[in-house]
């Protein structure tokens, strides 16, 4: 037994050291297989949460406490998860919880909104106005589908529901007992955040800006900044000058960018903002704390460099270049083997994030 597990056996708060400058680079993974705490600078803390099912990752978690009060940045996919970081968030500090910020509107960074304002009543949840009005429009529905009995949720947990309990799947085909561990596992997770999202009351930011917004926490300032759209149409990242520490929301996602759905043309402007503020550390919103922005630079030239490549298939073409075709035609080789290294599940992710990258620059270039 490591003394990490002795420590988590025990109950202990596991607590890493805070991060020492110019330490190895480690591989990261687009998995998390269990939370994982960093004190990233005296009073200012990181939480890494294990992954809440199959399909959903979760955010990363920020703490900043100054001497008067709290702000936290994110608040994961599960209500339960965020009772966690609550938990410790009371170890550290009596200082109350004043401010959570949303950096965006996707349920991995939201679903423990309300948890926040029930541990603190006082709380105000701050967001970009387009974050509140996102939140409102999609999150209570995905949870509703969710926890449906006739939704595509249903039908997954039905079909994994076979698998373990009969080791015969929907095909009619046998299951071996490996698949099928990992199937009860799999249906395990669904059914607790079934039962999580059956009691939860989605709540969206009470305060809403556009641009920018300046929180002194009592000697130490945390400025909100909207530099662009990304990721999605509202997102925000906390800058803390005195420390130069850029908590960046999915803008920034670590090993491999999330770039499933948003604005891939404008997010390569809003990179290099984020990049101009030349921080010492960036907390991605997923994945390991990096140091430098040096990571962030090179998700600008990633993104910069294929829409470069489908800009020239679609000149050369006279504008009539086909998705498929230029889905096969643009070379990710490279940048492949830099961001995901080789293994399998970053490798997936990749492909998937990529093909879904291209399909929104190949929309945004022929839509000019
Ligand atoms: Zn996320």
Known sequence: ?????????????????????????????????????RQIAPGIYTIRHADPTDDFPDGN??????????????TCYLPSSADADIALIRAWTDKPVRWVLNTHWHNDHVGGN???????????????????????????????RFIASDSTFAKQREALRLSAETG?????????????????????????????????????????????????????????????????????????PGERILVAGDLVDHPVPY??????????????????????????????VLRGKGYIERVAALIRGIRQQINDLLEKNG?????????????????????????ADNLEFFDASMASLIRVLHAELRAR
């Open 259 to 288: 770039a499933f759905a948003g604005y891939p043309s404008e997010w390569i402007g809003t990179l290099e903002r984020l990049a101009a503020l030349d921080p010492l550390v960036v907390v991605p919103g997923h994945g390991e």
């Open 61 to 74: 978690t920020t703490v900043v406490i100054g001497e008067r009060e709290v702000l936290v940045v994110d």
């Open 319 to 343: 504008g009539g270049f086909a998705l498929d075709e230029v889905q096969k035609a643009v070379d990710l080789s490279a940048a492949r083997r830099e961001f995901a290294g080789d293994d």
């Open 168 to 240: 015969v799947d929907d095909k009619g085909k046998s299951v071996d007992p490996a698949a099928r561990a990992t199937a009860a596992a799999s249906l395990a997770k669904l059914e607790t955040a079934r039962r999580e999202f059956s009691a939860m009351v989605v709540e969206a930011p009470t305060v809403t800006f556009e641009s920018a917004l300046r929180i002194d926490l009592g000697g130490r300032v945390v400025e909100l900044k909207h530099l662009g759209r990304g990721n999605t149409g509202g997102d925000v990242v906390a800058w803390l």
């Open 1 to 37: 037994m490591t003394l990490l597990r002795k420590l988590k056996a025990s109950g202990a708060v596991v607590v890493l050291a805070v991060l020492a400058l110019g330490s190895v680079a480690r591989a990261d993974s687009v998995n998390t297989p269990e939370r994982q705490v």
């Open 114 to 144: 309300q948890r926040y304002r029930q541990a603190w009543p006082g709380v105000d949840v701050i967001g970009h106005e387009e974050t509140r009005r996102m939140i409102t429009a999609r999150v209570p529905s995905y949870v509703r």
